[in-house]
Structure formats: C-alpha cells, structure tokens
C-alpha cells in the first residue's frame, strides 16, 4: 500500500516483506538517507528528511507521522517506508484518520498513444467518484466518457492509489481503483468544462514521459504500472 500525502509517497510493507528489506537496507543503507527502529526511537521532526525507513511500524507511528505531516513544514523529505508486522492494523490506522472516498479512473490506450488530461495546471488521468452502489469498473468507464467524449472498452486492472487532499477544512482520504482500457470511439472527444479540464490529447510514450515532468506522483506511480503490464 502506498499513500500520496501532499504528493509524497508513503509506502506500507508487511511482516512478508519485513526480512527481505531489512536485509537490504543493512546490506545497502544508500537507499534510505535514515533508518529508525520505532520501538527503539520515536518517530521525531527532525528524522523527517530525504528518504527515510521505519521499522516496527506501529498504528501510533502513524498517528504521529500524520500529526507531523499536517503540521510541520517537511519540504526536505522525499519519502517514507514503513515496515509494520501488523501491517492490517497499520492501514485502518490510516484510513481511520481520514474521510475515505473511493473514486476510479481509466489508462485509456489507442495503438501505441495514452489519453491524458490538463486539469487545473497538471496532466492528469480521467477519473472521478463512484455514484451510491455503482462498481469501480462501471465508474471508470463512465468517467473517462464524461470527462473526455472518448469512449472506451475495460481490459485489465492496473492498480490502487491513495492520496489525501483537504476539502471544506476535511482531511479526505481518496481510494482510486485504475484500470487499462481500450479506445473504441473518440470522434466526439472534448474536455469536460465544467471539471476544469482544459485540454485533451493522445501521447505517444516519448510526449507522456515529458507530460509526467509536470504531473502528480500518483499519476506517474499509476503510468509507472501500467507500463510494467504492459512490457510483462
């Protein structure tokens, strides 16, 4: 599980995943600029910098990595890697400090070209909301035709992101299921206006990797995967 707040990676790893990298992690300590044991050491402001690993991984680690999140200037830390051996109570830890939303969305390919979006400054995927009682799978089909004109046929499953955002003074917390799909109709492709999406357009890879110059980390960890899928 991996959460973007303010745009910066979170990742959870389970007691499966524990061993393998701390091994790794005294094996090659250049990839995390700090290492803290959480029962040795309590998580404080000044650990928060470049990227940084916790290892036993509490729900009141969680708490206070939020707490400091939400209320420090931390501009000069990259990531954070948390290793939990209850990794279950770590995530509803997580999710309990938060107003979940769930929302789905659509890698949407035409040949070798992706349809990205330019919404309110960045390049974005199509995505949105689920209605009450409406699928993941429904919605993201839905929202790419509403949000861009372009029809579309749902393939595979690519990935779930987290990010976290502040609306009307509340902490959301939003669950976006993404899935790959094919283009079968875009003759009526236009910007949905009133979502503030500005611009429409099919990228090769070369034009999408510059476009994700200027984009979210979500976005480039949901391009990132789906890329994998597709060179498997």
Not at 48 to 65: M, R
Not at 69 to 95: G, I, M, P
Not at 177 to 186: E, G, H, S, T
């Amino acid at each position: 599980m991996t959460i973007f707040i303010d745009d910066r990676p979170i990742h959870l790893k389970g007691a499966k995943q524990a061993a393998k990298l701390q091994g790794e992690a005294v094996a090659n300590q250049l990839e995390y600029d700090r290492i803290i044991d959480a029962r040795l050491d309590g998580l404080k402001l000044n650990a928060l910098k470049g990227h940084l690993l916790v290892l036993n991984a509490t729900p009141g680690t969680v708490e206070k990595l939020v707490s400091l999140l939400n209320n420090y200037n931390v501009s000069e830390l990259n990531s954070v890697t948390l290793v939990a051996v209850e990794k279950k109570a770590v995530e509803e830890k997580f999710k309990s400090l938060y107003k979940v939303v769930k929302a789905a969305g659509g890698v949407v390919f035409k040949g070798d070209k992706m349809l990205l979006i330019f919404r309110r400054g960045k390049w974005d995927l199509p995505k949105g909301k689920l209605d009450d009682g409406e699928s993941s799978r429904v919605a993201a089909v839905r929202e790419v035709e509403e949000e861009t004109g372009v029809k579309a046929a749902l393939e595979n499953r690519i990935c779930t992101t987290w990010h976290t955002y502040t609306l009307n003074g509340s902490r959301i917390l939003k669950r976006t299921k993404w899935y790959q799909m094919a283009c079968l109709d875009d003759s009526g492709m236009t910007p949905q206006v009133d979502e503030d999406i500005e611009q429409i357009a099919w990228m090769d890879a070369k034009k999408t990797a510059l476009a994700m110059t200027n984009s979210f980390s979500s976005i480039r960890f949901v391009i990132d995967s789906v890329n994998e899928k597709v060179n498997e």
